[in-house]
C-alpha cells in the first residue's frame, strides 16, 4: 500500500518536474525595463492592484465615458503606459502579447493567460501608447 | 367525455435518434455559421450599415411571434372554457416555450457582442420596448412553464384557470411589444404604425396554430395515435379564420396609408416597385401565404383532407416567412426621408439616391442561423415529448368530444 | 503645423511606435496642440450645449474636406476592407460618422450640397431604444454610446432618422487612443469628445471646412459665435416635424 | 512560506493522498462485490449498448430521480450541473497552460455557481421541511450540505464580492503539484479564501467515507447497469461459479 502510494507521487513527480518553469515567474509584478520596474508602487499597493485592478479601471471608465473625467491616475492609458515594455529596437511590445523573441508574455497577458481570464479590453483600446504629438 | 390520458412520445428508437440527429447535424452547421460570423464579425453577412437587421431577425422575430400564438391552443381549453381544446393544452405550452426560446437564442447569437448578455440581463434602459421585451420574454417563460406545471401536476391544478388567464394576457402583451419593436420606431414611414402591434397578434395567432398543427399531425402520426378529425377539422377552420383575419387587417393597414399622402411613396415601393419586397409581398405573403391556404381551408374536400391542412398550415409558416422579410427589411430598404421635399443626387452613404432602395442581399450563414433555431425548437420539443407525459394518448373524436355520438 | 503633426502620427501608426524617444504628454490622448486646459477633472454639466452650424450656402459642391478630417481624427482611416469583402460591401458596411449629401429640391430645383453627422438631438431616438441604456445623452449634450455596455443590437441604426450610426462589422487592429473602437459595436460622431475632455478646441470638421461652412461652438453660451449666427439668421432643424431639437442646424436648405 | 501555507500543503498532500487510496480501495470494494442476482429494474435495456444509455442518462439527468421525485430532481439536478460548470472553471488553477475551452466558457460559467448554490439550498430545504425526510435525516446529511453549501458561497463571494489573488493560488497549487518548493508563494489569507480552501480539504477528507460515494457508486448499483438478459444467458456470480465447478 504504501509502496504504491510512493511510486505514484515518484511519477507524478517525473510527469510535472518539466512544466514547473512557468510557476516560478509568477511573482513579479511588472516587466523589467517597463516605466513600472523603476517605481516602488502602482497607483495603490501592488497587493490591492493585483485583486482589484479591474474595479479601478472599470469606475474609471464609467466617469470618464458618461462625466468625461479625464484626469486620473487610473485611467487603462495610463496601465498602457507604465506598464509596456520595448523590444531590443526599442519598439513598445503589446502588452496582450508576448515578445516574439523571448516568448515572454508582457504585462498584462502573463497573469491573464496564467488564470486563464480573458482579457478583453484590447479588442477596442490600443495596447501600446500613442506618441503624442510635438 | 372520457378521461384524457397522457403518455410519453414512444416512436421506436432508431427512428427517434435518426430524426434528433439530424437536427443536431442542422444545428451544428448552425453553430459554425454562428462561430463564422462572430469570429470575423458582421461583414461575412448582408447585413449592413443601411439594413442593419437581416434574415436572422426574420426568423427570430416569426418564431417569437409564432410562440406566443401556439399558447393560444391552450388558452381556448382554459380561459375561453372549450373542452375539446383542453387536452391540447399540453402540447400548446411547450411550444409555446421552445419557439420563444428559440427565436430568443437568434436574436442573442446575432448581437455584435452575445457575450455580453449579462449586460442585457443587468442593465437595463426602462424607456426602451426592447428591454421591458427582455423581462416580457422571461416572464412568459416562467409563467407558461407554471401553467404547465398546473397542467400536468394534479395538487396543482387548482390554479390552472388562474395562471391560464395569466399566461393569455402576458402572451397579448408580449405580441403587442414585439409588434411595437416596430411601432415605436418614427423614423421609418414602414413601422411608424399603431396598427402594428394588433396586426402582430393576429398574425402570431395564425402562425402558433400553423406550426402547432404540423407537429401534432406528425408526432400522432408517426406513433399511430389516433387524432379524431372533427378535432382536426376544428382546428383547420379556426385557421382558416386567423388567416382570414390577417387579410383583413393587411388590407386596412395598407388602405389607411394609402389615405395619407405621405404614405404614399412607401405604398408604392411595398405594394408596385419595390422589387423583391413586392413580389415577396404580392406572391409570397398575399397569394401563397393568404389566398392559397383560405382556399385550402375553405374547401369542402381538401380542406377536410390531412394532406391540405399540411399543404395549407406549411404555406401559412413561408407566407408568415415572406410576412417578416417584407415588414422587417422592406422597412428598412426603403429610404429613410431625411429631406422630405428633396431628392438626394449624391451621397457619400447610400442614402437612397433618387429614392433607390438600399441594398440586402442575405449570405447563407444568415439562413443557417435563422434555420438553426427552427432545429432547435422541434429538437426541444421532441425531447419534451418523449421525456414527458406532453401527448394525449388519443386524440379520436369519442375521446376529446363531449358531443360524440 | 498641423500637417507635421498628422504625418507624426501616421508614422506611428504604421510602425507602432518605432520612434520611442518622445515622451507620453497625457495618457493616450492625441494632442493636437499644447492644451492650455488640464485634462477635464469635473464632471460635464449642462451648462453648456455642444452643437454645429452648418450653412450650406457656404459648403462646396464636391468638396470632401471634412469627411477626410473626421476620418483622421476619430481612425476611420486606419480601417482596411476585410479580405474576401467585395468594394460595394465594404462601401456599405464600413463605419462612416459624416458624410456628403447632394439634394435637390422638388419644387424649386434647387441644388446644395451638405455634411450630415449625427444630429445630437435633445431627444434622441437612439437613446430611448437602446435597451441596455449604452446609448445616451451626456450633460453637454454630446450623444454618445457607451461601448462597454453597448451589445451590438443595432436597435439605435433602425431608430435613428438620420442614419447617423454604423456598426463595426470587423476585426479592428489598429486603434487610436482617444477612439477605442472594436468589432460588434455601434459609433456615429461624437463631436470630438476627446478634445472637449482636454480642452482642445474645434472640431475636426469644422476645422477642415475652409468655406467656414461648419461652425462649432456652445449653444448655450449666448456670446459665442455660433448662438449669435443662430440669432442672426434663419436655421432649420432636419426632420424638425420629430421635435428632436437637433443641436446641429442648417442654413440655406 | 507562510505558517498558513506550509500548512495548507501538508494538509492537501495529506487530504490528496486519503482521497486518492480511499477512493481507490472503495470501487475496488464495488468491484470485488459480487452482483448474486439478475435485477435490473424494469423496463431495462435487452443489450450492452442499452445498459451504457441507461448510465449516461442516469448519470448525465439523473432519469430514476426525475421519475421518483420531481422537487429533489430538480434541486439535485441544479446543484450538480452548477457543480460540474464550477470545477470545469477551477481546471485553470491546475493546467498550464490553461485549456481554450476552459477560458472560452469561464466568464459564463460563474453564474451557474448560483444554479449550485440554490440547488443546495433546496435540497436543505428539503431535509428542513419535508417531514418525512427530516425523519431519516441523519447529522451526516447535514454535514455534507452545509460543508458544500460553505464551498459554493466562498467561492462566490471571491469571485463576485471581493476577489482573491487567484495567481498567487494557482501558483500555489502548480507548486504542489510539482513538488516545486523553491518559489512557492504564499496563499492568500483573505478569510474567505482560508474558508474555501479549508473547507475543501475537509471534504476531500471526508468524501472516501461519505455518502458523497454516490459518484463512483452509481456506476456499480445492480439494478441500472445490468442488462436485462435472464433467459438468453445465465447470470451466475463468480463465487457461485466456484461452487458449481
Same mark, same amino acid.
Given at each position: 500500500m504504501v509502496r504504491t502510494v510512493t511510486r505514484l507521487l515518484l511519477l507524478a513527480a517525473l510527469l510535472f518536474s518539466a512544466v514547473t518553469f512557468a510557476e516560478s515567474q509568477r511573482n513579479n509584478a511588472v516587466i523589467e525595463g517597463s516605466k513600472a520596474a523603476d517605481l516602488d508602487a502602482c497607483v495603490a499597493p501592488?497587493? &490591492?492592484?493585483?485583486?482589484?485592478?479591474?474595479?479601478? +479601471?472599470?469606475?474609471?471608465?464609467?466617469?470618464?465615458?458618461?462625466?468625461g473625467i479625464r484626469k486620473t491616475d487610473n485611467s487603462l492609458a495610463g496601465c498602457v503606459n507604465c506598464h509596456v515594455a520595448k523590444d531590443v529596437h526599442g519598439t513598445f511590445l503589446p502588452v496582450d502579447g508576448a515578445n516574439p523573441v523571448t516568448g515572454e508574455q508582457q504585462f498584462c497577458a502573463g497573469c491573464h493567460e496564467y488564470s486563464g481570464v480573458q482579457l478583453d479590453c484590447f479588442s477596442c483600446h490600443t495596447n501600446v501608447p500613442l506618441k503624442a504629438g510635438k | 367525455m372520457k378521461k384524457i390520458y397522457y403518455r410519453e412520445w414512444g416512436i421506436e428508437s432508431p427512428r427517434y435518434w435518426g430524426l434528433l440527429a439530424v437536427l443536431t447535424v442542422i444545428l451544428a452547421v448552425a453553430g459554425f455559421a454562428v462561430l463564422h460570423m462572430e469570429h470575423e464579425g458582421h461583414w461575412v453577412t448582408g447585413m449592413n450599415n443601411e439594413v442593419v437587421w437581416g434574415v436572422p431577425h426574420v426568423f427570430a422575430i416569426f418564431l417569437i411571434v409564432a410562440a406566443s400564438g401556439a399558447l393560444n391552443v391552450a388558452a381556448l381549453g382554459s380561459v375561453f372554457g372549450k373542452h375539446i381544446y383542453k387536452s391540447l393544452g399540453r402540447l400548446s405550452g411547450l411550444l409555446a416555450m421552445t419557439l420563444l426560446l428559440s427565436g430568443l437564442l437568434i436574436l442573442v447569437l446575432d448581437l455584435g457582442q452575445p457575450s455580453r448578455l449579462i449586460v442585457a440581463m443587468t442593465t437595463y434602459n426602462f424607456k426602451s420596448i426592447f428591454a421591458w421585451n427582455i423581462y416580457l420574454y422571461v416572464g412568459f417563460l416562467v409563467i407558461v412553464a407554471a401553467y404547465l406545471f398546473t397542467m400536468m401536476e394534479r395538487k396543482a391544478q387548482r390554479f390552472y384557470k388562474g395562471v391560464g388567464l395569466l399566461a393569455f394576457v402576458w402572451r397579448l402583451i408580449l405580441t403587442t411589444g414585439t409588434g411595437s419593436i416596430f411601432g415605436f420606431i418614427v423614423a421609418r414611414p414602414g413601422y411608424d404604425a399603431a396598427m402594428l402591434a394588433p396586426m402582430f397578434i393576429i398574425m402570431s395567432f395564425a402562425y402558433g396554430l400553423a406550426i402547432y398543427l404540423l407537429v401534432l399531425m406528425f408526432t400522432f402520426d408517426a406513433e399511430g395515435r389516433a387524432l379524431g378529425d372533427k378535432l382536426l377539422g376544428r382546428l383547420k377552420s379556426l385557421l382558416g379564420i386567423f388567416v382570414s383575419a390577417i387579410f383583413y387587417f393587411v388590407l386596412v393597414y395598407h388602405l389607411t396609408n394609402l389615405y395619407g399622402t405621405e404614405n404614399h411613396e412607401y405604398e408604392a415601393f411595398i405594394l408596385l416597385n419595390g422589387g423583391i419586397y413586392t413580389t415577396l409581398f404580392w406572391v409570397g405573403w398575399v397569394l401563397l401565404g393568404m389566398l392559397v391556404p383560405m382556399a385550402i381551408l375553405f374547401h369542402p374536400a381538401l380542406g377536410n383532407s390531412r394532406g391540405g391542412i399540411i399543404a395549407a398550415s406549411l404555406l401559412v409558416i413561408l407566407g408568415g416567412l415572406a410576412a417578416m422579410?417584407?415588414?422587417?427589411?422592406?422597412?428598412q430598404a426603403f429610404p429613410m426621408p431625411i429631406f422630405p421635399d428633396k431628392i438626394i443626387l449624391e451621397s457619400g452613404f447610400q442614402d437612397g439616391i433618387g429614392g433607390a432602395a438600399l441594398y440586402y442581399s442575405p449570405s447563407l450563414p444568415e439562413f443557417l442561423l435563422g434555420i438553426g433555431g427552427v432545429a432547435l425548437a422541434l429538437g426541444v420539443?421532441?425531447?419534451a415529448v418523449r421525456m414527458l407525459k406532453f401527448l394525449p394518448a388519443s386524440l379520436a373524436d369519442e375521446v376529446v368530444d363531449p358531443h360524440h355520438g | 503645423m498641423s500637417e507635421k503633426i498628422d504625418q507624426n502620427r501616421r508614422e506611428f501608426v504604421s510602425v507602432a511606435g518605432k520612434a520611442a524617444a518622445a515622451s507620453v504628454v497625457a495618457p493616450g490622448v492625441l494632442l493636437h496642440s499644447i492644451a492650455h486646459a488640464e485634462p477635464r477633472a469635473e464632471p460635464v454639466t449642462d451648462a453648456v450645449r455642444y452643437g454645429l452650424l452648418i450653412d450650406t450656402t457656404k459648403c462646396a459642391d464636391g468638396c470632401s474636406d471634412c469627411v477626410s478630417a473626421c476620418d483622421k481624427e476619430n481612425g476611420l482611416d486606419l480601417l482596411g476592407k476585410p479580405d474576401g469583402a467585395t468594394d460595394e460591401d465594404w462601401a456599405r458596411q464600413k463605419p462612416r460618422w459624416i458624410r456628403t449629401v447632394k439634394v435637390k429640391d422638388r419644387?424649386?430645383?434647387?441644388?446644395?450640397?451638405?455634411?450630415?453627422?449625427?444630429?445630437?438631438?435633445?431627444?434622441?431616438?437612439?437613446?430611448?431604444?437602446?435597451?441596455?441604456?449604452?446609448?445616451?445623452?451626456?450633460?453637454?449634450?454630446?450623444?454618445?454610446?457607451?461601448?462597454?455596455?453597448?451589445?451590438?443590437?443595432?436597435?439605435?441604426?433602425? @431608430?435613428?432618422?438620420?442614419?447617423?450610426?454604423?456598426?463595426i462589422h470587423e476585426n479592428i487592429k489598429v486603434k487610436l487612443s482617444a477612439v477605442p473602437r472594436g468589432k460588434g459595436c455601434v459609433e456615429s460622431c461624437t463631436l470630438c469628445v476627446h478634445r472637449r475632455d482636454y480642452g482642445v478646441a474645434g472640431t475636426a470638421c469644422a476645422d477642415a471646412c475652409e468655406h467656414g461652412a461648419i461652425l462649432f461652438g456652445d449653444l448655450n453660451d449666448p456670446n459665442s459665435d455660433i448662438t449669435k449666427a443662430l440669432q442672426e439668421r434663419n436655421h432649420t432643424q432636419l426632420r424638425a416635424d420629430l421635435k428632436l431639437n437637433t443641436g446641429v442646424r442648417y442654413r440655406g436648405i | 512560506?507562510? %505558517?498558513?501555507?506550509?500548512? %495548507? @500543503?501538508?494538509?492537501?498532500?495529506? !487530504?490528496?493522498?486519503?482521497?486518492?487510496?480511499?477512493?481507490?480501495? /472503495?470501487?475496488?470494494?464495488?468491484?470485488?462485490?459480487?452482483?448474486?442476482?439478475?435485477?435490473?429494474?424494469?423496463?431495462?435495456?435487452?443489450?450492452?449498448?442499452?445498459?451504457?444509455?441507461?448510465?449516461?442518462?442516469?448519470?448525465?439527468?439523473?432519469?430514476?430521480?426525475?421519475?421518483?421525485?420531481?422537487?429533489?430532481?430538480? %434541486?439535485?439536478?441544479?446543484?450538480?450541473?452548477?457543480?460540474? !460548470?464550477?470545477? *470545469?472553471?477551477?481546471?485553470?488553477? &491546475?493546467?498550464?497552460?490553461?485549456? !481554450?475551452?476552459?477560458?472560452?466558457?469561464?466568464?459564463? *460559467?460563474?453564474?451557474? !455557481? *448560483? @444554479?449550485?448554490? +440554490?440547488?443546495?439550498?433546496?435540497?436543505?430545504?428539503?431535509?428542513?421541511?419535508?417531514? /418525512?425526510?427530516?425523519?431519516?435525516?441523519?447529522?451526516?446529511?447535514?454535514?455534507m450540505l452545509f460543508l458544500l453549501i460553505g464551498i459554493g458561497a466562498t467561492g462566490a463571494l471571491t469571485t463576485f464580492v471581493t476577489h482573491t489573488d487567484v495567481v498567487a493560488v494557482k501558483s500555489f497549487f502548480r507548486h504542489l503539484m510539482t513538488f516545486n518548493f523553491d518559489t512557492m508563494p504564499n496563499v492568500p489569507t483573505d478569510p474567505l479564501m482560508v474558508a474555501h480552501l479549508g473547507l475543501v480539504v475537509v471534504l476531500m477528507i471526508v468524501f472516501p467515507i461519505s455518502k458523497l460515494l454516490h459518484a463512483p457508486g452509481v456506476f456499480f448499483s445492480p439494478t441500472r447497469n445490468q442488462v436485462d438478459n435472464p433467459r438468453e444467458q445465465r447470470h451466475i456470480a463468480d463465487w457461485a461459479r466456484k461452487l458449481e465447478q
Open positions: 501592488t497587493d &490591492f492592484m493585483r485583486r482589484a485592478h479591474f474595479e479601478l +479601471i472599470e469606475h474609471q471608465r464609467h466617469i470618464t465615458v458618461h462625466q | 422579410y417584407v415588414i422587417v427589411i422592406g422597412g420539443t421532441l425531447v | 419644387l424649386s430645383g434647387h441644388v446644395s450640397s451638405l455634411p450630415l453627422m449625427c444630429q445630437h438631438c435633445e431627444h434622441p431616438p437612439c437613446v430611448d431604444v437602446c435597451p441596455t441604456g449604452a446609448s445616451f445623452r451626456r450633460a453637454d449634450g454630446i450623444v454618445m454610446v457607451d461601448r462597454h455596455t453597448c451589445i451590438g443590437c443595432r436597435y439605435c441604426m433602425m @431608430a435613428c432618422p438620420y442614419k447617423a450610426r454604423s456598426f | 512560506m507562510s %505558517f498558513l501555507t506550509v500548512t %495548507f @500543503a501538508a494538509l492537501y498532500y495529506a !487530504a490528496t493522498v486519503l482521497l486518492v487510496v480511499g477512493l481507490a480501495r /472503495r470501487i475496488r470494494l464495488y468491484w470485488k462485490t459480487p452482483a448474486p442476482l439478475k435485477i435490473p429494474t424494469t423496463p431495462a435495456p435487452t443489450s450492452t449498448g442499452g445498459v451504457v444509455m441507461r448510465m449516461f442518462r442516469e448519470v448525465v439527468f439523473f432519469e430514476s430521480l426525475f421519475k421518483s421525485t420531481k422537487w429533489t430532481w430538480l %434541486f439535485g439536478w441544479l446543484f450538480h450541473l452548477g457543480l460540474f !460548470a464550477v470545477l *470545469f472553471r477551477h481546471l485553470r488553477y &491546475f493546467q498550464e497552460p490553461v485549456w !481554450a475551452p476552459v477560458v472560452w466558457v469561464s466568464p459564463l *460559467f460563474k453564474y451557474l !455557481a *448560483f @444554479a449550485m448554490i +440554490i440547488g443546495l439550498l433546496g435540497l436543505l430545504a428539503r431535509r428542513l421541511f419535508v417531514d /418525512r425526510v427530516r425523519y431519516i435525516s441523519a447529522p451526516s446529511d447535514f454535514l
